[in-house]
């Protein structure tokens, strides 16, 4: 399995890669999951079967020997817990996420749950990570004006905000902002693939346990013979779920703020996916939105390189 993008690429071209092509992947699960909802499959349900499915493919490559690994006991402390931390709220984020959808419009709460990037760049700043600079703070000026087009399309002309859904997708975005800043430096003895296989039975775990509560047992029985759920399962498990170790070595290799900004070209591939899989039309304001985050992840990315090239230029810089 080709789990490192542009190998022989410098590290920063390699690391921007790596989130690209997860943002392209993990863009397809929108799509994915309406099928799978069609076929009366909970989210809950969804998300901790895709969490299953991918956790059990990497973990069979690191009981082969596929994949380096480390003893997770002898790590340090401080490893060990920030990665049960990044297990436990990688799985919070999805649940939360679960929770907003039922209190407001789906794309009302992607509209809030993808400022995340500007929790991400806020953070960084505040913790000496990477700096807040005015090319920086411009490409998310642009890529959240691009996103207010392309969610803004998706809604429905009855949809409203509520608090509840607000508050909720708001969570859910800080839990996603935090994740990104814990994976950057604190466990990096953990090999990717290994560290994404912990996070991924944390989702499944928190995923698994709000399922059995709120959709129970006989939540199974209407979607269990359908070939479409198991097929959207299948992809969502694989395309949907194993680029979450390019997310990490991305950030690893280009820092959480840059990493979060490019990751923003999820719903731009989301709504290309899904005018090509469910038959919707791409509207103007989508193509246009779309070009506005492609813009923001052009300026981040000069701005990097640049950046590498000043001979003061800190490593820790993203």
């Known amino acids: 399995m080709a789990t490192h993008p542009g190998a022989n690429m410098p590290q920063g071209s390699r690391g921007m890669l790596k ?18 909802y069609s076929q009366g499959v909970g989210p809950a349900t969804f998300s ?21 690994s480390v003893s997770l006991t002898r790590l340090a402390p401080r490893q060990r817990a920030t990665l049960v931390a990044a297990a436990l709220i990688n799985g919070a984020t999805n649940l939360v996420l679960f929770f907003a959808f039922g209190a407001m419009a789906v794309g009302l709460v992607m509209a809030v749950y993808y400022l995340y990037p500007v929790f991400v760049a806020l953070l ?25 087009l392309v969610l803004g399309s998706q809604l429905a002309p009855g949809a409203h905000a509520t608090f509840g859904g607000v508050a909720l997708a708001a969570a859910a975005a800080l839990c996603q902002a935090i ?84 990751l923003l070209t999820e719903p731009v591939v989301a709504v290309v996916v899904a005018a090509l899989v ?26 990097g390189a640049v950046a590498a090239r000043l001979p003061d230029a800190s490593p820790s810089l993203g």
């Open 19 to 36: 989130v690209l092509a997860a943002a392209g992947a993990l863009g397809t699960l929108g799509p994915v999951a309406a099928l799978a």
């Open 48 to 68: 901790a079967i895709r969490a299953g499915i991918g956790a059990t493919i990497f973990g069979a490559l690191l009981l082969a020997r596929l994949q380096p």
């Open 124 to 148: 960084s700043a505040v913790l000496g990570r990477e700096r807040l600079t005015p090319v920086r703070i411009g490409a998310l000026a642009i890529a959240c004006a691009g996103l207010v």
């Open 179 to 262: 994740y990104l800043t814990v994976i950057r430096g604190g466990f990096d003895d953990v090999p990717g693939v290994q560290a994404t296989t912990v996070v991924l039975l944390g989702g499944l775990a928190v995923s698994g346990l709000a399922a059995l509560l709120l959709e129970g047992a006989g939540g199974v029985a209407e979607w269990i013979v359908s070939p479409t759920a198991w097929i959207a399962f299948a992809c969502a498990g694989t395309v949907g779920a194993l680029p979450k170790v390019w997310v990490m070595g991305g950030v690893r290799a280009i820092g959480s703020a840059r990493a979060a900004l490019v």
């Open 278 to 303: 469910l038959g919707q039309r791409l509207t103007a304001g989508e193509l246009a939105g779309g070009a506005a985050i492609l813009l923001a992840v052009m300026l981040v990315r000069r701005s």
